[in-house]
């Protein structure tokens, strides 16, 4: 069978066509992705996200079907995300599909976001049954599978840590391009004085705006134009470098931490990190370094799948077709809240 899906979530829109070969790996005949940028200092606004993704989306079907070279005739069915997400990148992605659906007579398929990350992650890397850091913009879970249902053990209990990353770049006005994350990874590497910052835990669930107060503050110092307002207690001046490191290493340890606790938990000793954070070098080599001391393993992908793609919206979907399940397009809506829990995997024992 083979699955086209579609993917735009937030500022990434996305397309794929997949084929699932019984006994086989899935084989992944496209993978195509187009980002909207804001200028440096500014987030993406829903409006223009959607507005972005509308003049995208023939494109970028059109080009999926080229490079693939898959007929419509060979499509079996159209998977997009409902959600969860932003509302209007997703209205305008779900009204795409459903055109696409009754223009060519394919069945359609809603898609969770966060399941999509999930089996795709499973499907590149080979991790049998792992605790899952799911970790993005929007997003911040540790899941495990028990009982066809992918439970959440800790999430965030306010902002995603991506949302936190993301808006520290704005505040230091980083470029956003190809993505606030990175540019503050590569700032952070460069960073070499740990300056403290909270450091938030509830149980199995983090904190992540008043980590991202303090270091506003911090930030707001530097640049105030008086570099000695801000030192390390050896009386060095603190610097952008500095800051970025000191957060990715402070948010960082605490997913480190709920994940070690859900590993003891469920016995597993493999991590999966799915998401756009999980492209962050930072994230794998620390999470490594725990696993390694409990005899367990790290299983991450590279940014063709950790970033939002419409490749694991595709394989998501073509999951639950397999099995029967079809979306109306009477029912073809999305939604901004779509927990990771309320979705029935029957394609899992």
């Known amino acids: ?181 990175y540019n503050i990874e590569q700032m952070a590497k460069k960073g070499k004085n740990l300056v403290g910052l909270p450091y938030v835990v509830k149980g199995m669930d983090c904190s992540f705006s008043g980590i991202l107060a303090v270091a506003d503050l911090m930030a707001a110092q530097l640049l105030s134009g008086k570099p000695k307002s801000l030192l390390t207690p050896e009386g060095e001046p603190v610097t952008r470098e500095d800051l970025c490191f000191s957060l990715q290493e402070t948010v960082f340890a605490m997913l480190v931490e709920i994940t070690e606790r859900a590993m003891a938990h469920v016995g597993s000793e493999q991590v999966l990190i799915v998401g756009g954070v ?16 409990r005899g367990g393993s790290v299983y991450a992908t590279d940014e063709r799948f950790c970033i939002d793609n419409g490749i694991m919206i595709a394989h998501a979907g073509l999951l639950a077709y397999e099995t029967g399940f079809v979306t109306p397009v009477e029912e073809s809506t999305c939604t901004q809240r779509f927990r990771t829990d309320e979705v029935l995997v029957k394609w899992r024992d």
């Not at 970790?135 to 911040?140: D, I, L, M, Y």
């Not at 999980?278 to 001391?293: F, H, T, V, W």
């Open 1 to 181: 069978m083979i699955a086209l899906g579609l993917e735009g979530s937030a500022n990434k829109l996305g397309t794929g066509l997949i084929r699932h070969t019984p006994g086989k790996p899935a084989e992944i005949l496209s993978n195509i992705r187009h980002t909207f940028v804001s200028p440096p200092g500014e987030g993406f606004l829903p409006k223009d996200t959607a507005r972005h993704h509308r003049s995208w989306v023939v494109a970028l079907v059109k080009r999926s079907l080229k490079e693939s070279g898959v007929k419509v005739k060979d499509i079996d069915c159209i998977c997009y995300t409902k959600g969860p997400g932003m509302g209007a990148p997703l209205q305008s992605v779900a009204i795409a599909a459903r055109t696409l659906s009754l223009l060519w007579g394919k069945p359609l398929v809603g898609v969770n976001h966060c399941v999509g990350h999930i089996e795709m992650g499973r499907e590149i890397t080979g991790a049998n049954n792992p605790v899952v850091l799911y970790v993005s913009g929007g997003n911040t879970q540790v899941i495990a599978y028990a009982e066809q249902r992918y439970r959440i053990f800790g999430e965030a209990l306010d902002i995603a840590v991506g949302n936190c990353l993301d808006r520290f770049a704005r505040t230091l006005n980083i470029s956003n391009d190809p993505a606030p994350g």
């Open 278 to 293: 999980g492209c962050n070098e930072r994230l794998q080599e620390m999470m490594g370094l725990m696993a390694k001391d």
